[in-house]
């Protein structure tokens, strides 16, 4: 568990005088800057006050019937510091490494930078694997699964996991204590009041089965 807290002013004649609620705009930015927090720690935590990251989980080659529980399992690009020259089948290769129940849920995972490459992909008969949503607000698609960006996953590079396919309701574990707790002060600091926002949160990884890494290396 982390605790994630802000602690913004505001002076009382400007709550008195402003047009609008001043205090409902400072709880929006507060819950934005939490989310953004809450994001590259669910990607890139460590577990020391804060979640434990799924990328800071154990990793190893071996499949679910070999390998320790909690420890996730990669496929390599076959490349040392980028993909290899056929990319499309790793993908592939990636999505059947999960178990046939786990697909049922399954995203890809990655930043718009590694988006960007893997959209260029094509399959033997020149289609793009990559398709775009049919409708408002639908998720764009790889490989008939939906892609999720997420700024935090690590660029293409020697040895990292730009790439993450799993069902992660099932895969990773999200314990809040609850929403976020904002305690007004008008008194310690005037004449601001100060909004002083707390909120706990942890993550680990549950079922190691349920996530598959990319790994670019050989």
């Given amino acids: 568990m982390g605790e994630l807290y802000a602690n913004p002013a505001a ?15 400072l709880a929006s930015e507060i819950a934005m800057e939490f989310a953004r ?12 006050n804060q979640p434990r990251a799924s990328l800071a989980a154990p ?19 076959g490349n040392a510091s980028a993909f290899d020259a056929s990319p499309e089948l790793k993908l ?17 995972v990655m930043n718009s930078k590694t988006l960007a490459t893997v959209r260029k992909f094509k399959a033997a008969d020149g289609t793009f694997l990559w398709q775009p949503g049919i409708l408002d607000g639908q998720p764009a698609r790889l490989l008939g699964y ?3 960006e997420a700024e935090d996953m690590p660029d293409v590079a020697a040895g990292t996991f730009p790439i993450a396919f799993g069902n992660f309701k099932a895969g990773y574990l999200i314990a ?10 008008p008194f310690t600091n005037k004449p601001f009041v100060n909004f002083y926002a707390t909120k706990r949160v942890g993550g680990q990884v549950l079922d190691s089965d349920a996530i598959k890494l990319l790994k670019i290396s050989t």
């Fill in 59 to 77: 990793t190893a080659a071996t499949s679910d019937a070999t390998r320790p529980f909690g420890t996730l399992q990669f496929l390599a690009s």
């Fill in 11 to 25: 002076t009382q004649a400007m709550l008195d005088d402003a047009d609008f609620d001043i205090e409902a705009w």
């Fill in 176 to 185: 809040e204590r609850k929403a976020t707790t904002i305690l007004r002060d």
């Fill in 37 to 48: 927090a809450e994001g590259a720690a669910f990607v890139g935590g460590t577990g020391t």
């Fill in 92 to 108: 592939i290769d990636l999505v059947h490494a999960l178990k046939s129940g786990h697909r049922q849920g399954a995203v890809f």
């Fill in 146 to 148: 939906p892609v999720i």
